[in-house]
């Protein structure tokens, strides 16, 4: 079974806090995701990466950075912690598939207050 | 640009069918998408279609494709109250590098 983990389910920062969220998967695969899911919006793309040290930014990147040092981890930074990043932010990895199905985290809460 | 829409909410009662609807703009899609997430979990694939098919069954989910209106739907047969979550449709588009776009999601209640 394909597992993607997250470091934290529950995290609660200041504003303007430096905040690392990281992502592991065990499956070797090349192409990972970082999106943000808020109510009414759906999930929304931040970065992507198709390999290590590869980052590609995605439809909403201000305010966040990326690190892929290792395959297996995908960590997604924010520099300077904003009340408008309280959100839900989801992890997902992709083997390569022919059908391109992600395989996704649980989910990390952040508040920022 | 490329977007997807769903409608927020649907209720319906234990044992009736349950349609979810979506539309997406994208010509070029090449796979679209069905995605569940429960309460305080990840998403999980429920099921995908090609493109090029109009209909896909799976058990008791059957996913319609019209190309010409760009509208995907998921009926669920016998809907229980374990399929209360909610269900996001997506589509991948041809030459991105697997990047989904994902609708809004429409949390799906049963009543007993």
């Known amino acids: 079974d394909v597992k993607v983990t997250q470091s934290s389910r529950y995290l609660v920062k200041r504003t303007g806090e430096k905040v690392f969220l990281e992502c592991v998967q065990d499956?070797?695969?090349?192409?990972m995701f970082w999106y943000r899911q808020d109510p009414g919006l759906g999930l929304r793309l931040i970065y992507f990466?198709?390999?290590?040290?590869?980052?590609e930014k995605g439809d909403i990147p201000e305010g966040y950075s990326v690190s892929r040092e290792k395959k297996e981890r995908f960590s997604l930074i924010l520099e300077s912690a904003s009340t408008n990043q309280t959100s839900m932010y989801l992890c997902?990895?992709?083997?390569?598939?022919?059908?391109?199905?992600?395989?996704f985290g649980p989910g990390t809460r952040l508040t920022v207050l | 640009g490329e977007d997807v829409e769903q409608s927020l909410f649907l209720s319906v009662r234990e044992g009736d069918s349950s349609v979810i609807n979506c539309t997406y703009t994208?010509?070029?899609?090449?796979?679209l998408y069905w995605y569940k997430q429960e309460p305080g979990a990840g998403l999980q694939l429920l099921t995908y279609?090609?493109?090029?098919?109009d209909m896909k069954q799976d058990q008791r989910l059957t996913v319609l494709l019209n190309k010409k209106d760009k509208h995907l739907s998921l009926r669920i047969a016998d809907t229980q109250t374990g399929d209360s979550a909610i269900y996001f449709c997506a589509e991948s588009i041809y030459n991105q590098g697997g990047k989904l776009i994902f609708g809004q999601g429409t949390e799906l209640s049963v009543k007993p």
């Open positions: 499956m070797d695969h090349e192409n």
């Open positions: 997902a990895s992709r083997p390569p598939s022919s059908y391109n199905e992600q395989f």
């Open positions: 279609i090609f493109s090029n098919m």
């Open positions: 990466s198709y390999d290590v040290k590869m980052k």
């Open positions: 994208d010509s070029s899609s090449t796979y």
